[in-house]
Nanobody, 127 residues
């Protein structure tokens, strides 16, 4: 069973930065998609960014230009560098794995397409 472990969350002031990591014990799909999704209190889970097996990436409009997703294939690890964080970035950030056909992180219902999930890491942006 795939295990995904997130780390790197914390509390920062607006304008600050954080780098989250997600380490996978293994990958279920040879043509995989690894993604970051987040959920704020009282809101639905939403896609933040993804990277698929061929290096293609996608970002939610709300984070474009501020967040950068990257991967280390040798370590089965993905990262997301989050810059200029704002209060509406606050939430639990989850790492998830799904098939490589997932290419649009903003597609309605995208979270249902992922088959493995981490437990999440909390990000709080507040002054």
């Amino acid at each position: 069973q795939v295990q995904l472990v997130e780390s790197g969350g914390g509390s920062v002031q607006p304008g600050g930065s954080l780098r989250l990591s997600c380490a996978a014990s293994e990958l279920m799909y040879s043509t995989y998609c690894l993604a970051w999704l987040r959920q704020a209190p009282g809101k639905e889970r939403e896609g933040v960014s993804l990277v698929i097996y061929d290096g293609t990436t996608d970002y939610a409009d709300s984070v474009k230009g501020r967040f950068i997703i990257s991967r280390d294939n040798a370590k089965n690890t993905i990262y997301i560098q989050m810059n200029n964080l704002q209060p509406n970035d606050t939430g639990m950030y989850y790492c998830a794995e799904g098939p490589g056909g997932i290419t649009d992180i903003q597609r309605p219902g995208v979270s249902r397409r992922f088959s493995s999930w981490g437990r999440g890491t909390q990000v709080t942006v507040s002054s």
